[in-house]
């Protein structure tokens, strides 16, 4: 019963065309104490290498009081996981997806040196670190920032991008679906092919005026216009979507009309259009196939 019960709601959900959530609560676990030691690594490292309390608003309130060594672990573990999101997520132009891709692995290798060299330094007593690693240590704000800063605006400009295309995109899409609704409107009322007599001008003897005819001239049977046949083609990739959707349909995972669309790069509409289609009558899905 239970088999039988998760079945039916795989199928509703792929009727629907949803998923079923996945929740995040096992990332939190797994990034809690993940968290404690990438803090305290960076923080500790930080103390070494000169971060320690300032006064941010002296003169305005000099009971404020913050420790710059909080920013290594916001800064670069902060941009190394937006980086990771913006590569898997696909979002932005494939300029901004290569560089969010490589600075997040970049970003992830440095943590890695952060802890080890914290570690290292704890492990022998270290209370100040050597001047190599203060000097990159130093440079990891400014880089991050930089980074981050490019990293957005690439992103941005990619979505930009892409929503001055949705316009024509949408007026092209629109156009083929009209284009294509008529074609296959004149197809349905026609099935057949269409006769078209070609015209042939009829023979007749002509006599000469300074002739006169020996004897009664036989008359030539009257030619039947030829006819000609026009056949109407059909778009092949309606054919092939149609053919897509009766076959998922068949398995019990019928796609929504975006999902179709996707799958042949229409749009939404065209695909809806398929599906409105299949599921119009028998004459044509026997025409489809």
Same mark, same amino acid.
Request: with cysteine.
């Given at each position: 019963?239970?088999g ?11 009727a ?13 676990l797994i990034a ?7 803090w305290?690594?960076?923080?500790g ?9 300032i ?6 309130? #000099?009971?404020a009081r913050?420790?710059t060594?909080?920013t290594?672990?916001?800064g670069v ?6 980086a990771?999101?913006?590569w898997?997520a ?9 560089f969010?891709?490589?600075s ?8 890695c ?15 100040v ?5 203060v ?16 990293l957005v605006?690439?992103t941005?400009?990619?979505i930009?991008a892409?929503?001055e295309?949705m316009? *024509?995109a949408?007026?092209k899409a629109?156009a083929?679906?009209a284009?294509e609704?008529t074609g296959?409107?004149?197809?349905e009322?026609m099935?057949?092919?269409?006769l078209v007599?070609? *015209?042939?001008?009829? *023979?007749?003897?002509?006599m000469?005026?300074?002739e ?10 009257a030619?039947e216009p030829?006819?000609r ?9 309606a054919?092939?979507?149609r ?5 998922s ?7 929504? #009309? ?10 939404r509409?065209w695909g809806?259009n398929?599906i409105?289609e ?6 044509l ?5």
């Open positions: 019963m239970d039988m019960a998760t079945h039916k709601r795989k199928l509703r959900h792929a629907t065309g949803t998923e079923s959530r996945n929740y995040p609560w096992p990332l939190l809690a104490p993940a968290a404690v030691a990438v305290s690594g960076w923080v490292l930080g103390s070494m290498c000169g971060f320690g309390v006064h941010p608003l002296p003169g305005i309130l #000099d009971s913050i420790n060594a909080i290594l672990p916001v573990e902060s941009y190394g996981a937006y990771l999101y913006v898997l696909g979002n932005g132009s494939a300029a901004a997806r290569t969010a891709k490589r997040a692995i970049g970003a992830l290798v440095l943590g040196l952060g802890q080890v060299a914290f570690h290292l330094l704890a492990a022998a007593h270290w209370t670190a050597p001047w190599p690693v000097m990159l240590v130093a440079c990891l704000p400014v880089v991050t920032l930089s980074f981050a800063a490019a605006h690439l941005r400009a990619g930009s892409t929503e295309a316009p *024509e949408a007026e629109t083929e679906a284009a609704a296959e409107a004149i197809t009322a099935p057949g092919a269409v007599p070609s *015209e042939e001008p009829s *023979e007749e003897p002509q000469r005026p300074s006169e005819p020996a004897s009664v001239p036989r008359e030539k049977p030619r030829r006819p046949v026009v056949r109407l083609a059909e778009d092949p990739e054919k092939r979507a053919a897509e959707y009766r076959k349909v068949n398995q019990g995972q019928p796609l929504s #009309d975006r999902a179709l669309g996707a799958r042949f790069g229409k749009s509409t809806a398929r409105a299949v599921e119009s009558g028998p004459a899905t026997a025409q489809a196939q």
